[in-house]
């Protein structure tokens, strides 16, 4: 599938609510535990997206369009939301998310995107050269990365509890 | 994890909610492709788990909680979705989906399960002998799991517009 940004916001205004509906309605026995060390809960997940919104996407996005000497981005926090989230509630997290999404969707709304601009580079600390194009496509997966970690990471806790059924419901050990 | 049916029924009432807000707003370019020959596309994973609801968890439950002679369920067609889901819309699905996850939560609820009947056991026509307890489990784990999938075929669309963060974005390619 080609990168259209009117795809890209589709999904990018959804992921919100997909949220809000995965983890709204769960209790903490649900949404605390992960995976495993240095894995993500379905809370630290929603951090994550969060930390995401406020100094990766967006703020990468300027760097390109603005075309400066220096088009490096900020190496990202991939761990950040363990401090930023601490003493919150999942209500919280949601809320936040949902307005910070809301703003830099009506940023990136805003900006009128030419195919010119879409084509303009910047450069990863780690990936090297990367066009705008492929950072919002790459913005637009990362949300539905996180979206299929939930959904695995709530679904583990059943683990044990579905017995044989184990089986046939390969995220469980994914 | 414990299985606790009130836990199990968090997770069954959002569900509907989960996938309205996840596919409800994109157009087919996102919504119709799959990972290749005999996967899900984003709306196949959702007939298929219209499909469940109609003859999977809540038939198979009343077969466990019967205690008839037989108690073998009938086995699952995995492809019913190809015929029953044609010519509608996601729209459509979302609706029936909604309907028929909210007429099988209330007969869940109605049967205040005990203990007692959460041990009962049925015969899986593949698995053996199954109880209650981890056919509900099951349809948790099941339903969490068509998340995942449908959000990771979703991502796919984008695996090439992403360029070099493909490295950084595991649901690419699993």
């Given amino acids: 599938m080609e990168f259209r940004l009117a795809d890209a916001l589709e999904v990018l205004e959804s992921t919100p609510a997909t949220f809000r509906a995965l983890m709204g309605g769960l209790s903490e026995a649900w ?21 995401g919104e406020r100094t990766d ?22 761990f950040a939301q363990y401090r930023e989230s601490q003493g919150k509630s999942v209500a919280q997290l949601l809320d936040e998310f949902e307005r910070l999404r809301a703003e830099n969707v009506t940023t990136l709304r805003g900006w009128q995107l030419s195919e010119r601009e879409l084509a303009l580079e910047g450069e990863h600390p780690g990936l090297g050269p990367v066009t705008l194009r492929q950072l919002l496509a790459a913005w637009v997966a990362h949300d539905l990365g996180h979206v299929a970690q939930t959904a695995r990471v709530l679904a583990k806790q059943y683990r044990e509890a579905v017995g044989p059924w184990r089986e046939y419901l390969p995220v469980l050990d994914r």
């Fill in 57 to 78: 996407w967006i703020p990468r996005a300027r760097i390109i369009l603005a075309q400066g000497p220096n088009r490096r981005f900020e190496p990202y926090d991939r």
């Fill in 31 to 51: 949404t605390a535990p992960n995976e495993g060390p240095e894995t993500f809960s379905a809370f630290d997940n929603l951090g994550h997206l969060i930390h």
